[in-house]
């Protein structure tokens, strides 16, 4: 079954590139909330554009595992306009509703981030 998964992935990667089609943005953290501890894990509050405060860090952080562009975002607590675009890229990424509502779902999302996403991130 795995050398099967396998043989899938490097079938889909090489007529991606064959396509000339998006290269997949990779998660780069296997466990991102073991490096973002703004609040506890069980704490997910739902989170819109212009919301302030620890649990806009903890979203920050955890949006970091993800790559994109920018890679990384600065934790500084303000639900900007950069974090909604990777939010709402994320879920995009997930099959979500890309609304930038940081809820339930999107907040499972940020804590398991998809190891490859052939979304392209927006310009």
């Known amino acids: 079954m795995r050398r099967n998964r396998l043989l ?3 079938a889909t990667l ?3 590139a064959l396509l000339g089609l998006a290269a997949p943005h990779t998660a780069v953290a296997a466990t991102p909330a073991d490096s973002c ?4 894990a069980g704490f997910r ?3 819109t554009y212009g919301d302030t405060g620890a649990a806009v860090r903890q ?3 955890l949006s970091n595992a993800w790559g994109g562009v920018p890679p990384k975002l600065a934790p500084d607590g303000i ?6 675009k990777k939010i709402e890229w994320i879920q995009t990424c997930h099959g ?3 609304n930038g509502v940081v809820g339930a779902r999107t907040w499972q999302s940020l804590y398991r981030p998809a190891l ?3 979304v392209p991130y927006p310009a």
Do not use: K, M, N
């Open 79 to 84: 639900y900007g306009t950069a974090l909604l």
């Open 37 to 40: 501890a703004y609040v506890s």
């Open 59 to 61: 979203a920050q952080c």
């Open 96 to 98: 979500l509703p890309a």
């Open 8 to 10: 899938t992935s490097a």
């Open 14 to 16: 090489a007529a991606t």
């Open 116 to 118: 490859d996403c052939y």
């Open 45 to 47: 509050p739902t989170l």
